[in-house]
Structure formats: C-alpha cells, structure tokens
C-alpha cells in the first residue's frame, strides 16, 4: 500500500512526523550558536562570571555561584546522612528480630523434641517393668559432663539454621504476591542485601560523570580584557558594566579566547594564555610569560568550553534519552 500521508500506519516503521509525537525514545535537537555559553560565562548562572573560578578540570564558575552550590550539596548530604543512618538502625533493627525469631524457633523445637524424647522413655520403660517384672535391676547412674564450648556452637548452629529457613519461606512467601518480574529488586529470588558504605561528597556536575570539587580545591581566574584605549587589562573579575561585552584576549598575543580557541589556565598565577603561547612558551621554560611564575605540567589545565554551532566546533547537538517501557 502506498504512503498517501504523514499519518498512514499501515508501514512498519515511524514516520518522521510520527516519531515525533511519540512520548518516549531518545529525543535529539540541533544547538545553534546561541544556545551555548559564553567563553566567560558561569557554569551555574550562565551570565558573565563574577570574581571566576575554576575547578580542577576546567569548568568555571562565579565565586558566589559555586560556593551557594557547594553548601547546598552540604546541607543535602547532611540530610542523606541522616536517611542512611536512619536506614543502618533500621536494618539492625530487624537483624535482631531476625535472630530474636530464630532463637524462640530453635527453643521450641528443643522443648518439642525433648517432651517427644521423654514421652518414649516413660513408655519403653513401663513395657520392660511389665516384662521383667520385679526381677529387674537397677542400673548405675551415669555421670553428665557439660562441655559449654560444643553446647555454644551446637545453639549458633541451630540459630543458623533456623535462619536459614526463616528466609526460605519469606522467600516463598514472595513468590505467592506475584511482584514486578521485570524489576529485579522484586523478583521472588532477590533478597534483601545488606547496606553498603555510601560515601557521599560535593561534585561538579559539568562533567560526565561528576567529579569531585571542594572549596579547597578551586582556583581563581585572571582574564585579560580589551579595553577600548588598545590597551589590554588583568583582572580577575569581568570588565564595567559600561563595558561588560569585552573580550578576553591572550595576555602574551593578544588573541581574542572565543569558544572556537583553546584556552589554557596556569593555576600557579591564574593567567589565562591561549593554545600556542602555552605550547611554545609555557611549557618548555616551566613558567609564565606574562608574570615569570612557575608553571610545572599539573598546573596546567585547559579551561573547558562549549561548542560553537558548527558540527566541527564542540558540542553541536543535545540528546534526552528516554524510556520506552517502565512498570
């Protein structure tokens, strides 16, 4: 059958005008220049940076912006702290009712077994007085020795064992409640597995995946802005208002650090240089050419920018994954 509109479902595939109505799958949208962040933008604000920083692999922020963020991920983890606490007791919790349920299984079954053991004893023993008659003898009492080691690990091997069926009809007793087979924390085969050491921290989320970031750890930035006299400027705060659209500019070459040029941050003295005074002056005399400071490999760290709108220049496309089917 011919295709004789956008809305014909009698193909086995989607149309492009049909995928797109479609609620779930991987959605995928072109990012043209003015969807991405400026070179001197703020990670978290998006507008110019106030007094920037950077972290470790290159992301930069404002002062203000990155230190609200960092004690909001505090109080956060203050608060899953908490939950996890709250989580440890509770599982210890029933760890004891657990063991608590065991013993009394174990207890009751030895008093079963012992009002069963004594109940034989009296009839075997009446059956051989009307046997033998008053011609039986005595015999000599035995003397009981107590081991409190073997009596210990035969009660620890009892308990484990009452465990160990306590859980096999917990686990049929799942199996009757007909779970989410396509969930695997609800299948009748999952058990419950202990908690697991959570360490949680502050984290950069600009890059995938996250990387650890912490006061300490970041570093402030020192552009150089064009003035309009022709001269250049250091700071390391953004320009005047009356002058906020200033580009930065290499402080060596004057090249103006755009997102289509890579930039470089020496953390020693925080001068931001481009890719080629890097290359040629920085590294092979292991100090800065604007200031002469010290500049070894590890204090080197490119600053990360984003794309510029053409498919070779970054980032040029934004995914949303999706999922098709979920109980």
């Keep these: ?6 809305n014909n479902t009698s193909n086995s595939v989607f149309s492009y005008a049909e995928y797109k109505k479609l609620d779930y799958g991987t959605k995928r949208q072109r990012l043209g220049k003015d969807s991405m962040k400026d070179r001197l933008g703020c990670a978290l604000c998006l507008q110019r940076a106030r007094d920037p920083v950077a972290c470790s692999q290159g992301h930069l922020y404002c002062k203000e912006c990155v230190y609200t ?11 899953q702290q908490a939950k996890l606490e709250a ?6 919790a029933e760890k004891e009712r657990v063991r608590a349920a065991a013993r009394e299984r174990v207890l009751k079954d030895f008093e079963t077994r012992q009002l069963g053991l004594g109940a034989s004893q009296r009839a075997r023993a009446a059956g051989a007085e009307d046997k033998a008659g008053s011609d039986v003898t005595r015999g000599t009492k035995r003397k009981f020795d107590f081991d409190k080691d073997e009596a210990d690990t035969l009660a620890r091997e009892a308990e484990e064992a009452a465990l160990k069926q306590i859980e096999a009809e917990q686990a049929e007793a799942r199996k009757a409640k007909l779970p989410d087979f396509w969930l ?22 600009c890059s995938k995946p996250a990387h650890p970031l912490s006061m300490k750890s970041l570093v402030p930035v020192k552009f150089a802005f064009n003035t309009s006299s022709g001269q250049s400027s250091s700071s390391s705060t953004t320009p005047s208002a ?10 060596s070459c004057k090249k103006g650090l755009t997102n289509t040029a890579i930039a470089y941050l020496i953390r020693s003295c925080s001068h931001v240089l481009c890719k080629t005074c890097t ?11 604007v200031c002469d400071a ?5 204090d080197i760290v490119e600053l990360a920018r ?12 934004a995914s949303k994954a999706g999922v098709s089917f979920q109980g």
Excluded: W, Y
């Design 306 to 317: 984003e794309g510029t709108g053409f498919a070779a220049g970054g980032i040029a496309e």
């Design 294 to 298: 010290k500049a070894k490999s590890k």
């Design 242 to 251: 009356n002058n906020d659209a200033a580009e930065a500019i290499c402080p």
């Design 87 to 92: 989580m440890a007791k509770e599982e210890e």
């Design 1 to 6: 059958m011919a295709r004789h509109s956008k």
């Design 184 to 205: 695997p924390s609800l299948t009748p085969e999952a058990l419950p597995g202990p908690l697991k050491d959570i360490k949680l921290q502050t984290l950069c989320h």
């Design 279 to 289: 290359e040629d002056l920085v590294k092979p005399n292991g100090q800065c050419c």
């Design 69 to 79: 963020d960092l004690l909001e991920q505090k109080k956060e983890i203050k608060r």
